[in-house]
């Protein structure tokens, strides 16, 4: 069993930044590839980012150049950093593990975080 708590969210302008974590606790973390999701209201959960326990990464397109993904096995934390945030950004975003994933699948991953919110005001 995993436990993932994701922190970080909050309120902030377009063309600003956020950092997002995601605390991780439980089985042995660097063995999991862990991602980003977000769900915008009414809307399908949507693939963010992708990391590999060998530190690959991948990205939707519409975040890539802007957000950046990264893990400390050390600390059992994945992040997600964001910037040049737009108001298409607004969403719940989740923290996700797997041990064999198809990246941008979502029903791929075993577990998952509650989420954050991240609210970008135009």
């Known amino acids: 069993q995993v436990q993932l708590v994701e922190s970080g969210g909050g309120l902030v302008q377009a063309g600003g930044s956020l950092r997002l974590s995601c605390a991780a606790s439980g089985r042995t973390f660097s063995n999991y590839a862990m991602a980003w999701f977000r769900q915008a209201p009414g809307k399908e959960r949507e693939f963010v980012a992708y990391?590999?326990?060998?530190?690959?990464?991948s990205y939707a397109d519409s975040v890539k150049g802007r957000f950046t993904i990264s893990r400390d096995n050390a600390k059992n934390t994945v992040s997600l950093q964001m910037n040049s945030l737009k108001s298409e950004d607004t969403a719940v975003y989740y923290c996700a593990a797997g041990l064999t994933v198809v990246p941008a699948t979502r029903g791929s991953y075993q577990y998952w975080g509650q989420g954050t919110q991240v609210t970008v005001s135009s």
């Open positions: 990391i590999r326990w060998s530190g690959s990464t």
